[in-house]
């Protein structure tokens, strides 16, 4: 099982690539990760995307079928 430090750092990389990886702002990202894995404690049943950008969905735009 992963630890909650090993979450939060999980967390705190994933927000830090959907950001376009930033220097110099690992406190910010590591405070966010916290507050999302308490959160995530507060409901333990809600299933929650490690990726922010996964809860965003696809960036793609809908392609027509071509069959």
């Known amino acids: 099982m992963i630890s909650n430090q090993q979450h939060i750092q999980e967390l705190a990389y994933y ?3 959907s950001e376009g990886k ?6 910010k990202h590591w405070q966010i990760a916290i507050s999302m894995a308490e959160k995530e404690n ?8 490690v990726d922010p950008s996964e809860a965003k969905g696809s960036t793609e735009p809908e392609q027509p079928d071509q069959t």
């Open 15 to 17: 927000l830090w690539l």
């Open 42 to 49: 507060d409901h333990p049943h809600q299933k929650r995307s």
């Open 22 to 27: 930033p220097e110099g702002q690992s406190d």
